[in-house]
């Protein structure tokens, strides 16, 4: 099934301003005296207070909405801004561990690949039973697998850079030979990080609800810190 674009903050505040300003403006007309004459008839001012009202109403929901958009920038910039003045890769690793955490996920695992084909080694993991078990080694790359199948080049640009498993137990996948770590409870996204449109890592999340990934705001976040923070770290690494 073909998922929509996570949507840009920026373009969503926008969008509800837009929308804010028409609602103010006409709910100013409905006031306006030069209006007063569509209201003549018996109980036609309450309707139209009643409709006032209701405006007012939308207008304060999308201002409430506006405030939470504002938040996401919020917390975007303030990691984004962190994760550029580390320089090594290890730091970053661990703040974007911290901050990702701090909101709702059952695991955090992140992966990162001597090439685009792996090997891949665990470097950060939390949320998982006994990590060091895990830390340091390699992580299976089976061409069946669902890690494979995220780390390939989408073909389409529209198409979203990551890959949701909304059911885990459900849909049987992942297969317990590709991550032995895994509690297959929930619901699990795979975010490939790249640099120059070439794999060398990927952030592996888990939220404990079924469908936990269906907020497309929650996936740009995560794109956000992929691009803006191990990007920025390896390119530092690598100067």
Sequence with gaps: MSRTLPLSPFVAVSERLVQLETMVRAAHATEDPMLASEYGEPGAADGARQKREARWAEALDLVQDLRRWFDRI???????????????????????VDTIWQRRYSFIVILLGETELGPYYYEEM???????????KQCPLPLWGELAHALVRRLDSDEPDYLIIDDMQTAGRPKPDEFPWLEREGAMMIVPLRRNGVAFGAMILGRPEIGGFHDPVLCAELLEIGDGGFCGAQCADSS
């Design 74 to 96: 919020n917390f975007l910039y303030d990691t984004t801004r962190q994760m550029r003045q580390i320089l090594t890769v290890q730091e970053v690793l661990t703040l974007i």
């Design 126 to 136: 939390r949320g998982v039973v006994d990590p060091r078990r895990y830390l340091g």
